[in-house]
């Protein structure tokens, strides 16, 4: 999972990263450093936002698919 995807689930939900912080139980800091590239996406982080979003293996591999497609 990488920042581009935690922008993607964000925006789709129509969520501000204050609000899509608070669904993830982490800072609005680190939305904002994992979306910028700043930090990497720990499997902790991964685990919050598939728990939180009901994001199944299949989705999971459709965002990563469409994302990599839009950057090439």
């Known amino acids: 999972m990488s920042g581009e995807f935690i922008r993607v689930?964000?925006?789709?939900h129509h969520l501000s990263v204050r609000d899509f912080?608070?669904?993830i139980q982490v800072s609005p800091s680190?939305?904002?450093?994992l979306e910028g590239g700043g930090?990497?996406?720990t499997k902790r982080i991964e685990g919050r936002v598939?728990?939180?979003f009901g994001i199944c293996e299949d989705k999971l591999?459709?965002?990563?698919l469409l994302i990599n497609e839009i950057k090439n």
Do not use: E, F, Q
């Not at 689930?9 to 789709?12: A, D, G, Y």
């Not at 680190?30 to 450093?33: A, D, E, N, Q, T």
């Not at 591999?61 to 990563?64: L, V």
């Open 9 to 12: 689930i964000r925006t789709t």
């Open 21 to 23: 912080a608070k669904r």
């Open 30 to 33: 680190l939305v904002s450093r």
């Open 39 to 41: 930090r990497n996406v």
């Open 50 to 52: 598939i728990g939180a």
């Open 61 to 64: 591999a459709s965002i990563n």
